[in-house]
T-cell receptor, first 110, second 111 residues
Framework: DVKVTQSSRYLVKRTGEKVFLECVQD?????MFWYRQDPGLGLRLIYF???????EKGDIPEGYSVSREKKERFSLILESASTNQTSMYLC?????????FGPGTRLTVL | QKEVEQNSGPLSVPEGAIASLNCTYS??????FFWYRQYSGKSPELIMS????GDKEDGRFTAQLNKASQYVSLLIRDSQPSDSATYLC???????????FGSGTQLTVLP
C-alpha cells in the first residue's frame, strides 16, 4: 500500500511565524503536490514537484515556498504565516494518474 | 467560468436509491477524469477514473464521460448510508498530471 504521511495533523501558529509542513511518501513517486482545502473552494494546488530539486508553481503559490531535497520528501514553507493561510493542507504523490493523499494538516494561524 | 464545476449540493437520497453527481469542465484538451470521495475529516480517496467516452462501471459506481459536452458524471446505485461523503470531480492537466478539482458535492444517504 502507498503511504503518504504528513508531519502534523493539527498545528497552531502565530502571525509572522515561519511554518514548515512536511510530507513523506514511500513509493518512489516522481510527482508530489501540495494543496490547500477551504470550504466551498475545493482543493487548490499550491506547488508541485516532478523531481528532486524541481518545483513548479500551482494556482495559488503566493505566500508559500517548497523544498524537495530528497525524492521521498516534499516540504511546504510559509515564510511569514498570515491568518488567511488558516486552512487544511493536503500533500499528494502520484503514480501514473492516481494521486495518493496524506491525512492532511489542519493549520490555524492566530 | 470555473475550470471544473460540480452540481451544487447538498444532495440527499434515500437508502437504496440512485445518486447522480455531475461535473463539467472547461478545458477541451483534458484527457483524464477522476472521482474522489472524501469523508468528513479525512483526505480524498480515488474511487473512479475514466479516460474515454462512455460508461465505466465498478461495483455500484458508474462513471460516464462525454467529451463533446465536456461532462462527466458519477452514478451510485443502491446508495448506502456509508456513501454519505463529499464527492470531488477532478481533471488532469499539465505534464506532471496535476489535478484541478471541483468544489465538491456533499451527498447524504438517508436510512
Amino acid at each position: 500500500d502507498v503511504k503518504v504521511t504528513q508531519s502534523s495533523r493539527y498545528l497552531v501558529k502565530r502571525t509572522g511565524e515561519k511554518v514548515f509542513l512536511e510530507c513523506v511518501q514511500d513509493m518512489d513517486h516522481e510527482n508530489m503536490f501540495w494543496y490547500r482545502q477551504d470550504p466551498g473552494l475545493g482543493l487548490r494546488l499550491i506547488y508541485f514537484s516532478y523531481d528532486v530539486k524541481m518545483k513548479e508553481k500551482g494556482d495559488i503559490p503566493e505566500g508559500y515556498s517548497v523544498s524537495r531535497e530528497k525524492k521521498e520528501r516534499f516540504s511546504l514553507i510559509l515564510e511569514s504565516a498570515s491568518t488567511n493561510q488558516t486552512s487544511m493542507y493536503l500533500c499528494a504523490s502520484t503514480a501514473d494518474d492516481t494521486q495518493y493523499f496524506g491525512p492532511g494538516t489542519r493549520l490555524t494561524v492566530l | 467560468q470555473k475550470e471544473v464545476e460540480q452540481n451544487s449540493g447538498p444532495l440527499s437520497v434515500p437508502e437504496g436509491a440512485i445518486a447522480s453527481l455531475n461535473c463539467t469542465y472547461s478545458d477541451r484538451g483534458s484527457q483524464s477524469f477522476f472521482w474522489y470521495r472524501q469523508y468528513s475529516g479525512k483526505s480524498p480517496e480515488l474511487i473512479m477514473s475514466i479516460y474515454s467516452n462512455g460508461d465505466k462501471e465498478d461495483g455500484r459506481f458508474t462513471a460516464q464521460l462525454n467529451k463533446a459536452s465536456q461532462y462527466v458524471s458519477l452514478l451510485i446505485r443502491d446508495s448506502q448510508p456509508s456513501d454519505s461523503a463529499t464527492y470531488l470531480c477532478a481533471v488532469t492537466r499539465g505534464s506532471a498530471r496535476q489535478l484541478t478539482f471541483g468544489s465538491g458535492t456533499q451527498l447524504t444517504v438517508l436510512p
